[in-house]
């Protein structure tokens, strides 16, 4: 740099004085003030470029003025460069007037590197001593340093993070794969510490102003191998995309985005960044040195306590411990204000035990005051002026003198009105501790008493005792805290019990685990319910049955409730006769129930039914109404059969008919019903119409019910099945039909296998109109379907070994079950299977809507849509020994129970 002589220095001077001391002068020269900012001092050159002359090239500190310039001339003023900062460029003036040039220094933006973070930090105001990537102290890597300048230097260049864990685990490829995953460590943040070790806060690095992605947030992570990474990642703090290639040890990332959505990306290498300091939130954190403290004795015990000065803070401060038996002493310290950045000192969070700034350590006495030996956690309390907790520090507290143990077994006692609770007790001793030792609970709450126990603890070392808890007459419910207090010898243990007044109230149960109920349209049924006094409550309690279908009533029962013991009461339930179908769970509630028990049950309505005596299980169908055999007895070589027609719930007709033998019912598809008995070598005819008036014909032998099943097609005409052939040693069974016109029989077929079985009485079932018929008495399981006005058997698929129930449509669709399965024989042959629940059994087609099919099983009666089995009503009913569809549409059922040491039947009609 040029530098101009003393003289020539001098003459200046002496030549710009004497100018500005002629007054008479006119005034024709001005000032020049060159100011240099940012940095302290700056190489500068000014240049006359009116004259061609340099007229000032050396180093200005702060700032130059420039005095006696001629008006007019123009200077060119030029900044010199400074390491580490830009140079701002070159300005011209022309003087006019008195002016200033100001030359601003701004540092220069770094370009990035992935292996050191360097540059100067933004945002501080104290003393940076250390400086450590990564989050917690024990898992820090690399250590750097802030100058008294600011600038912070990090080098990672042969720094391995000592723990890799995979880094995109989870993570799905733009084509859902899953993400090649590969190992390594990453950090956002640098930790910055004050020179004696107190956290200040963070560093971050971020885009510059000026490039591309401004503020954009710049991430540090070691890969342990090259890996190309582009796909997505799902993890609760939201998404991120990945488009990464990555290199083998340390990566420079730039992360975008917020709220739920980020994107990782490698940043521009030619990008430039700043450092950017956040103050952590002040706080005061204590390390107590050791941090057990052992009381074996009344001596105090001491700790060395470190403070570390989070986020700087500074001041007086009160110390306490949040156990009130443990006292610190003193209890008052003095943090000392932190270095501001502008100091220089020493740095060393993890440095030598040599000259420098430390934490303010001191030692501090801790005693106990109280009686009992523990074994806890407590913490040190750092309180400031106002009384606010700004830190605290962790400890255990372990106190183990000569004295008692004291140990409850349970974590409460409940306590009831008029009613004694023991409350056992475990006493033992520490340390050799013997004597008599008092038991008492102490914090009881009003209307509560207990009495005092004396155990003595000899030289086994433990005692076992009891209290006896007593409930008054008025007790406030709810919970309080009492103390079980053992002392002795001026020694003492205590622990927590909570006593628990529960709310008086009164627990309901229904019969035997909430046993089901049922009942019938336009009858009544009951349920038995308990109410169990809770609590010690008595009095007069209101029973109310809820969620009742509609068409039920069940007036709310009143019950006597005695004190601590169950009452257990009938309530009614009344069922109109329009009763709502199904089942429901009712909830049985009082005005004072607490908790649920097995307070509901479930009510099934079932149809109306209606008593018909103890009769048999044939019932047919009339018009209207049904047939029923009431009997059929045996006396002095007769036989006297008992029919009665039921229409409406009331018997319509009743009629004695004297038969040779069993009687079998067979109805007819026109009406009226053919009554018929075995008498040996002919069966009795008799055709019986609804007004009860008979016609006896002649039929053939061997119709009646103990030999073959039989039914009647739409003429009148009788099927049945009996020996069509017989030669020596082999029978033939064929397909008859009687023809009440000329009373004759004839055979339909013997080309089929028809069994020879005597013991069924079911073999042939007809369709409504009698236009078919279905034999299924063939031992192989197969059916066969007969069409009546053409006299033709038709061999059908085979059901299985085991038919159970058939039905036919006058249409000719066959259904059938097998093992309970329902089936269809399809118009193709195919058969079709439905799953439904239920151990099934065919009634039949409805009469009047043929769309319908009646299916019982399960305690319950089905009604279906052919077409697919859908159920388009199910109705509870009883198990019923006999069903048949009704002529006007319908289903009759009849059942048997046993009532009072009598079976009683009851019919009930379903539309």
């Known amino acids: 740099m040029k530098k101009l002589s003393l003289a020539s220095a001098l003459l200046g001077v002496t030549v710009l004085l004497s100018a500005c001391n002629n007054d008479s002068a006119p005034t024709s020269t001005f000032r020049l003030t060159v100011k240099a900012e940012g940095v302290p001092s700056v190489p500068v050159t000014v240049t006359n470029t009116t004259t061609n002359t340099q007229s000032f090239t050396s180093t200005v500190e702060g700032s130059k003025t420039f005095s006696a310039l001629r008006a007019g001339d123009v200077f060119k003023v030029e900044a010199g460069v400074v390491n580490g900062y830009t140079t701002p460029g070159a300005q011209t003036v022309t003087l006019g007037s008195d002016k200033t040039v100001t030359l601003t220094y701004a540092p220069a933006p770094k370009r990035l590197e992935a292996e050191r973070i360097t540059g100067k930090v933004e945002g501080n105001a104290l003393k940076i001593g250390d400086v450590y990537a990564g989050v917690d102290e024990p898992n820090f890597i690399g250590q750097g340093s802030v100058d008294g300048a600011n600038t912070l230097e990090l080098d990672l260049t042969n720094v391995v993070p000592p723990s890799l864990s995979l880094l995109f685990t989870g993570c799905k490829t733009s084509s859902g794969g899953v993400l090649p995953n590969v190992r390594g460590w990453g950090t956002e943040e640098l930790r910055a510490y004050s020179p004696q070790g107190d956290l200040l806060g963070t560093i971050t690095e971020q885009i510059a102003p000026g490039s591309v992605g401004a503020g954009t947030l710049l991430l540090r992570v070691y890969a342990e191998a090259a890996a190309t990474s582009r796909g997505t990642c799902q993890g609760s703090g939201g998404t991120t995309s990945l488009d990464l290639t990555l290199k083998g040890g340390w990566n420079l990332l730039a992360l975008n985005g917020s709220g739920q959505n980020f994107s990782l ?189 004396t155990v003595n603890l000899g030289a086994d070392g433990y005692a076992l005792g009891e209290l006896t808890v007593q409930g008054g007459a008025a007790l406030k419910p709810g919970e309080y805290g009492a103390t079980l207090v053992a002392e002795g010898n001026g020694r003492s243990a205590s622990t927590p019990v909570k006593t628990v007044v529960p709310q008086p109230a009164v627990l309901v149960s229904v019969g035997s685990n909430g046993s089901p109920v049922s009942g019938y349209q336009g009858g009544s049924a009951s349920v038995t319910v308990s109410a169990a006094s809770q609590s010690g409550s008595s009095g007069k309690v209101n029973l109310t049955l809820m969620d009742l279908p509609a068409g039920v009533q069940a007036p709310p029962v009143s019950v006597d409730v005695t004190a601590n013991a169950t009452t257990t009461v009938t309530v009614p339930l009344q069922l109109a006769a329009d009763a709502a179908l199904g089942t429901a769970t009712v909830r049985v509630v009082s005005d004072g129930m607490v908790g649920t028990g097995n307070n509901t049950f479930s009510l099934t309505v079932k149809p109306a039914r209606t008593a018909v005596g103890n009769v048999t299980r044939e019932i047919f169908p009339a018009s209207p109404g049904s047939w029923v055999l009431v009997s059929n007895v045996y006396s002095g070589g007769i036989y006297t059969a008992t029919l009665r027609r039921i229409s409406g719930g009331q018997t319509a007709k009743e009629l004695t008919l004297t038969t040779g033998g069993d009687v079998r019912l067979l109805p007819i598809s026109g009406g009226d019903v053919y009554v018929t008995a075995d008498a040996g070598s002919s069966s009795k005819i008799v055709r019986l119409k609804d007004d009860g008036s008979t016609t006896e014909l002649s039929g053939p032998a061997r119709l009646a019910p103990s030999y073959r099943g039989a039914a009647v097609d739409a003429s009148g005409s009788i099927w049945f099945v009996r020996e069509a052939s017989s030669q020596i040693g082999l029978t033939k069974y064929g397909l008859s039909r009687w023809d009440p016109a000329t009373q004759t029989v004839q055979t339909v077929d013997d080309t089929q296998s028809y069994n020879s079985s005597p013991f069924s009485s079911t073999d042939l079932v007809e369709s409504n109109s009698g236009a078919y018929l279905v034999y299924q008495g063939n031992h192989n399981g197969k059916l066969l379907r007969i069409d009546t006005a053409k006299s033709s058997v038709t061999l059908l698929p085979s059901a299985g070994d085991s038919v159970g129930s058939v039905a036919v449509s006058d249409a000719g669709q066959v259904w059938f079950t097998t093992y309970g399965k329902l089936s269809r024989i399809n118009a193709d042959n195919s058969v079709t299977t439905f799953d439904l629940d239920g151990n099934l059994s065919l009634i039949g087609f409805d009469a009047v809507t043929p769309d319908v099919l009646w299916v019982t099983g399960g305690g319950k009666l089905l009604k279906l849509d052919p077409a697919n089995a859908a159920i388009k009503q199910s109705v509870a009913v009883d198990a019923s020994s006999r069903a048949v569809t009704n002529r006007d549409g319908g289903v009759t059922l009849i059942a048997s129970e046993s009532m009072g040491g009598n079976y009683q039947s009851h019919l009930t009609v379903v539309r």
């Open 265 to 453: 990306r490698n940043a521009d290498p030619n990008a430039h960044s700043v450092l950017k300091f956040k103050a952590a939130d002040v706080r005061v954190s204590a390390f107590l040195e050791p941090s057990a403290l052992e009381f074996k004795n009344d001596d105090p015990a001491a700790a060395e306590v470190s403070f570390a000065q989070v986020g700087g803070y500074s001041g007086s401060v009160k110390l306490q411990t949040d156990d009130s038996t443990l006292t610190v002493e003193p209890d008052t310290l003095t943090l000392p204000a932190l270095a501001a950045q502008s100091i220089s000192s020493p740095a060393g969070i993890l440095g030598s035990l040599g000259v420098g700034e430390q934490r303010v350590v001191t030692t501090l006495k801790f005693r106990y005051k109280g009686t009992q030996n523990v074994n806890k956690p407590f913490a040190l309390q750092v309180l400031d002026s106002a009384g606010k907790k700004v830190g605290s520090g962790s400890g255990t507290l372990n106190v183990q003198r000569v004295g008692i143990s004291l140990y409850f077994s349970a974590s409460q006692v409940q306590v009831v009105p008029n009613a004694p609770v023991r409350l056992p007790f475990h006493v033992s001793s520490v340390l050799g501790f013997t004597g008599a030792v008092t038991v008492h609970l102490e914090g009881l709450p009003s209307g509560v008493t207990a009495n005092t126990a």
